[in-house]
């Protein structure tokens, strides 16, 4: 089993709709990350959390939101899709400093 | 802001041959450097990473890069390549004026032709 768990895979969706992505790790890390990835652009953070208590906006961060329900829990929620928000989306954790991320397989967001 | 460049979108190249990625980004503060690779349909996984000392840095898959601090760069590099090294290879630098978080490159499409 993936040490980063991340559901759905894939995604149809509709204009308007609400949207959430599931992140759940095995791996002990205080330490998660959402990023959207789209062609040419690299990896764009969407927010990130070092604790359960800890929320933090990355660069992108408008139109999203997140909860960490547990340490190995960091949800992604999208309360009314718009069609560039269709990209993949990762979920990442780490341990720390200096904080090799650990990725996982990604969901992919098509909004109509 | 920490910006990071990665010049080629697409490399095309033969099996057998060298290959180089190239890697730039614009804080020359100490940083770590990092390369990610993709391949088809699965997240991204660590290659190597510089945190300190030698400034060239070994993969387990013969893959090297080194750290050039006066030019800013970290480019990657293989001499011989195989098929299956057929990615999408992304830079990243964490440290400088980018803070605590990793800044992404573009990515880098490596493409293996037998």
């Known amino acids: 089993d993936a040490d980063v768990t991340q559901t759905p895979r894939n995604r149809i969706t509709k204009t308007g709709k609400r949207i959430m992505l599931e992140c759940s790790q095995t791996?002990?890390?205080?330490?998660m990350y959402w990023y959207r990835q789209d062609p040419g652009l690299g990896l764009q953070l969407i927010y990130y959390?070092?604790?359960?208590?800890?929320?933090n906006k990355g660069e992108i961060s408008d139109g999203y939101s997140v909860s960490r329900q547990a340490q190995a829990k960091f949800s992604l929620s999208l309360e009314s899709a718009i069609p560039n928000q269709t990209a993949l989306y990762f979920c990442?954790?780490?341990?720390?400093?200096?904080?090799?991320?650990?990725f996982g397989e990604g969901s992919r967001l098509t909004v109509l | 802001a920490q910006s990071v460049t990665q010049l080629d979108s697409q490399v095309p190249v033969f099996e057998e041959a060298p290959v180089e990625l190239r890697c730039n980004y614009s804080s020359s503060v100490s940083v770590y450097l990092f390369w990610y690779v993709q391949y088809p349909n699965q997240g991204l996984q660590l290659l190597l990473k510089?945190?300190?000392?030698?400034?060239l840095v070994e993969s387990i898959n013969g893959f090297e890069a080194e750290f050039n601090k006066s030019q800013t760069s970290f480019h990657l590099r293989k001499p011989s390549v195989h098929i299956s090294d057929t990615a999408e290879y992304f830079c990243a630098v964490k440290g400088g004026n980018a803070g605590n978080m990793l800044t992404f490159g573009g990515g880098t499409r490596l493409m293996v032709k037998p």
């Open positions: 990442a954790t780490s341990p720390g400093p200096p904080g090799e991320l650990f």
């Open positions: 510089y945190l300190s000392g030698s400034t």
């Open positions: 959390s070092f604790d359960v208590k800890d929320i």
């Open positions: 791996k002990g890390h205080d330490r």
